[in-house]
């Protein structure tokens, strides 16, 4: 198991780190000079981080390649309040040398959990027809067990193993409250929406090292190869009505709600209007949760620039939590004996605890 992980980020800053990456994206750029450098995007289980390569950059260029496994030695620092690694020397690992689970985040969540909430969902389908449909799905051993492997995205929301299932249980739970409010709606046509909606991302994205599109993924995207999917599934279901079989398609071709976000349609009744609109809360939803958690050791109450949303975010926690140095001033006021550490510095790990990787370790 690696050593360093990019959640170990803020214990190591403006140091020397060795470690482990896999490469998600790799540009030679040129400097004013004209001299090559490297630009890459490094990844693991935790996040990612850019890294920039100066100097002996002939060497490597050709070492190594997007999605093979990197050992790193570099400064980690902080540029625009963004961690990166200035890179001094890179070795391009074996499969055997990693274990691949290091490297790919994964939802904290059951995914057994997840999928049997999923089940129950739909067991309890008044309409036969799409609870049959469903099922189908669920049933066949492939679909289900990438169903419940894949991301919901490659990078904007849910980019974990497992986030395409997080994403559509979410979703079930949102539609099922937002239903009692809206008795118009046809609950099991919306949820079966919910369900087909993302599931072309188990054959459109790659996630065996990192997450990236497969070749037919970029040539006809999810919303396709799902139109594909569900007419196989449907002609598994004896007497399913054509008339609902065209709406499950409108369902997922309109679902990105317009047409510069890749909607061929637009959301032209209830259910796909509201399948639109929850999942695109879900999604920002997520990014925004994401963001927090990545920037969780940041001083400020302000985020970096969130590039999907296009903003930098408040913490509204961090926004409304009390600074210790007030609660004195208070209490002190008040005659009251709080005992406060505001100004106190935490001790200085021991070098034998501090998870320090030395300046020498072998690359």
Not at 13 to 39: C, D, H, M
Not at 102 to 107: M, N, Q
Request: charged share 25%; glycine share 4%; proline share 5%.
């Amino acid at each position: 198991m690696k050593d360093f992980f990019l959640s170990d980020c803020p214990r190591f800053e403006n140091k020397i780190i060795t470690s482990s990456f896999v490469v998600t994206t790799k540009q030679v750029k040129p400097k004013k000079t004209g001299e090559p450098y490297l630009a890459l995007t490094l990844a693991d289980r935790c996040g990612q981080v850019e890294a920039k390569m100066w100097d002996n950059v002939e060497d490597a260029i050709d070492a190594f390649e997007q999605d093979d496994f990197l050992k790193v030695k570099g400064l980690l620092n902080k540029y625009k309040n963004r961690f990166q690694i200035t890179i001094h020397k890179v070795r391009r690992l074996a499969d055997s040398e990693v274990d691949f689970g290091d490297y790919l985040p994964k939802t904290t969540k059951d995914i057994d959990e997840l999928w049997r909430t999923l089940a129950d969902f739909v067991s309890s389908f008044q309409d036969a027809h799409l609870r049959t449909l469903v099922q189908a799905f669920m049933a066949d051993p492939e679909i289900a067990l990438a169903y419940r492997s894949a991301p919901a995205a490659k990078t904007l929301h849910h980019a974990y193993i497992g986030g395409l299932l997080d994403h559509v249980v979410s979703l079930f739970r949102s539609s099922d409250l937002i239903c009692r409010n809206y008795p118009q709606i046809n609950r099991d046509l919306l949820l079966t929406g919910v369900f087909l909606h993302d599931i072309g991302k188990i054959h459109q994205l790659s996630y065996n090292r990192s997450f990236s599109y497969t070749s037919r993924g970029q040539l006809l995207g999810h919303m396709i190869i799902e139109l594909e999917m569900l007419q196989a599934k449907v002609e598994m279901v004896p007497g399913f009505p054509e008339e609902m079989k065209t709406l499950l398609e409108h369902l997922i071709i309109s679902h990105h709600g317009h047409y510069e976000f890749g909607s061929p349609k637009l959301p032209m009744f209830p259910e796909a209007l509201m399948l639109h609109y929850l999942d695109d809360l879900d999604s920002k939803m997520e990014s925004m949760r994401a963001h927090f958690e990545r920037e969780a050791e940041n001083d400020s109450n302000w985020t970096s620039y969130n590039s999907s949303l296009g903003r930098t975010l408040l913490n509204t926690a961090k926004f409304l939590r009390k600074e210790p140095v007030v609660v004195a001033a208070v209490a002190a006021s008040s005659g009251e004996g709080i005992v406060t550490e505001a100004h106190s510095s935490p001790a200085p790990l021991p070098s034998s605890e501090s998870g320090l990787l030395p300046e020498d370790d072998p690359i």
